[in-house]
């Protein structure tokens, strides 16, 4: 069985150089640390060459930017679809730093340079506008929890959501209050999320007694001993 070739930088050239070239470019490598420079007239296109996208390559590129605005990467065509959230993120990456990108396809014998997008000024205010939705998620998020509850950075530990935290708040009422309808606990300030959260009852922390009256489960009262600083914190605006 014969072995496959291992690729090289050097392999992403020739593709590259055959594209500019069609373009009326005359191409260039190894010029001065740059691994290929194009030139058409006053215009100074550098590309740079990597197996992969990685950090050490948008430092080098971003430093090619002293010299030109006009700097592509050159990768080889990635495996994973190019519809994927990683890809996605990685080329949100590159165009945040004002590069171009270029993949090379290799396919038996026949090999082709592929320009994905060219380096073009980020238009940031343009980028927040399309992200107005999450951002909005975030702030509701912030806004409906009362205090820092969880550590940044922390994994397969548990959460408090704004939505935790709402349900909290209404244990800790109905345990200190008794049995109570919604619209009295929104009264009391849990918020227009109380009827739902007591409908689906998500944690099993509330059973309802009567039509319209809830009061807290067992299950409820022993999980909620967990949050003690939420617990004062809620028992505090009772008064």
């Excluded at 090619?64 to 990635?78: E, F, S």
Aim: proline share 4%; aromatic share 10%.
């Amino acid at each position: 069985m014969t072995e496959m070739k291992k690729l090289l930088e050097a392999d992403l050239y020739k593709p590259i150089q055959t594209y500019f070239l069609r373009e009326e470019y005359e191409v260039y490598g190894e010029v001065k640390d740059c691994d290929m420079a194009a030139v058409k007239g006053d215009e100074l296109v550098i590309i740079e060459l990597k197996l992969t996208l990685s950090v050490d390559l948008l430092i080098q590129a971003a430093k090619r930017q002293r010299l030109t605005d006009q700097v592509y990467i050159a990768i080889p065509k990635p495996k994973y679809r190019l519809n994927s959230r990683q890809w996605t993120d990685k080329c949100h990456l590159v165009r945040r730093l004002e590069l171009g990108l270029i993949v090379v396809s290799f396919s038996g014998m026949r090999t082709k340079a592929e320009i994905i997008f060219p380096p073009t000024p980020f238009n940031r205010r343009k980028s927040i506008g399309q992200s107005k939705l999450k951002r909005a998620a975030i702030m509701k998020e912030i806004n409906g929890r009362s205090a820092d509850f969880n550590i940044g950075g922390s994994n397969r530990t548990k959460i408090m959501t704004a939505y935790k935290e709402n349900s909290i708040q209404i244990a800790c009422y109905l345990e200190k209050l008794g049995p109570l309808s919604p619209k009295a606990l929104i009264q009391k300030g849990t918020g227009d999320k109380t009827s739902s959260i007591l409908t689906k009852n998500y944690y099993g922390w509330f059973e309802r007694i009567k039509r319209g009256t809830y009061v807290i489960s067992e299950k409820g009262k022993q999980e909620v001993k967990e949050y003690p600083d939420l617990i004062n914190y809620y028992l505090g605006k009772i008064g």
